[in-house]
């Protein structure tokens, strides 16, 4: 087994281990258990259990949207825009993502460190792909009156807050694609004028 295997699966049975028992009540020994690697082993690849959460919640944004710099410069600007929005309502209202969320939330008061891991690698770099998108397309005059990380605030809650909220507390499913582009759409052909884009009303084919 090469190392980085090893570590996926350490993480894999982590995940498995604090979404059940919750962080705080978990301990290393119930990891090593899971993976069904020695003790040691486990020890060598993360130290403490802080370290072993910190990995888990990175690897699981290698799946988070990210946009290079070409695809920022061909891509029109609503169609731009309602992408980058349908790839983070996807990923952030997720099965895994609620999970993890939930995780973080339950246990952020008697560990701290949680929120702090998880806010800075999940909640800052969702804020700064959507102000850079916002920075690239809308009318400078909208942008510098609000400021771009306010604006992708704004947006941000108008399309996660509501369903996001409601899938934590167990009170609805996580929403379909078809629902997550519905509300998306209505949102951009709303704010669309007001953001200046080039191309209101551009709808992509789901």
Request: contains cysteine; glycine residues 6%.
């Amino acid at each position: 087994m090469s190392p980085e295997e090893r570590r996926r699966r350490i993480i894999a049975a982590a995940e498995a281990v604090f979404t059940s028992k919750g962080y705080a009540a978990a301990n290393m020994d119930d990891v090593v258990r899971a993976c069904g690697m020695s003790k040691k082993t486990v020890y060598k690849t993360f130290a403490t259990k802080e370290q072993l959460f910190g990995d888990l919640v990175a690897s699981s944004l290698e799946d988070a949207p990210r946009l290079d710099g070409k695809e920022m410069d061909q891509a029109e600007d609503e169609l731009l825009l309602r992408e980058v929005m349908r790839a983070m309502a996807s990923f952030i209202l997720s099965p895994r993502q609620i999970a993890l969320t939930r995780l973080v939330l339950a246990e952020s008061l008697s560990a701290p460190e949680l929120g702090a891991i998880f806010y800075e690698t999940a909640v800052v770099r969702g804020q700064a792909l959507m102000g850079e998108t916002l920075r690239r397309i809308a009318a400078p005059a909208v942008v510098d009156h609000r400021g771009s990380d306010e604006l992708a605030e704004l947006l941000l809650g108008a399309f996660i807050g509501p369903r996001f909220f409601s899938s934590l507390l167990g009170r609805t499913s996580t929403p379909t694609p078809e629902e997550i582009h519905a509300r998306i759409d209505w949102i951009l052909d709303t704010l669309g004028p007001t953001l200046g884009l080039k191309t209101p009303g551009l709808k992509t084919a789901d």
